[in-house]
């Protein structure tokens, strides 16, 4: 006899379980993805404090100095040679540094 009246028992627990299935092996890749885009708009963030480092030195003769960003401390020094950005990553300290060339 043919249930004409939606999913039978069985059929219910297969769906589930293959939306269970999906949800598990998708929800650490959105995971990840999340934790590598911070890490790019950190890392983008730090090249506005190189350019803003940058104008600083050449206008008022600064060698370091830090800005903050979304809550998060950049700090970036000169050394003649290259300026260089320090920040909070998701997971370590990072830097990021930049040749100058005149």
């Known amino acids: 006899m ?4 939606g999913f039978s028992w069985p059929e219910t627990i297969v769906a589930l379980s293959v939306i269970f299935l ?9 995971s990840n993805m999340v934790v590598l885009l911070e890490e790019k708009k950190r890392k983008y963030h730090s090249s506005v404090v190189i350019k803003e480092g940058v ?3 050449i206008e008022e003769n600064l060698l370091d100095g830090s800005m903050r960003i ?4 950049y700090t970036f020094s000169i050394d003649g ?3 260089c950005v320090n920040y909070e990553g ?5 830097m990021n540094c930049l040749s100058i060339s005149y």
């Open 22 to 30: 999906i949800a598990t092996t998708l929800l650490p890749l959105l």
């Open 70 to 73: 979304d809550e998060i401390e």
């Open 55 to 57: 104008k600083m030195y």
């Open 2 to 5: 043919i249930n004409s009246k």
């Open 90 to 94: 998701m997971t370590e300290e990072k």
């Open 81 to 83: 040679q290259q300026i």
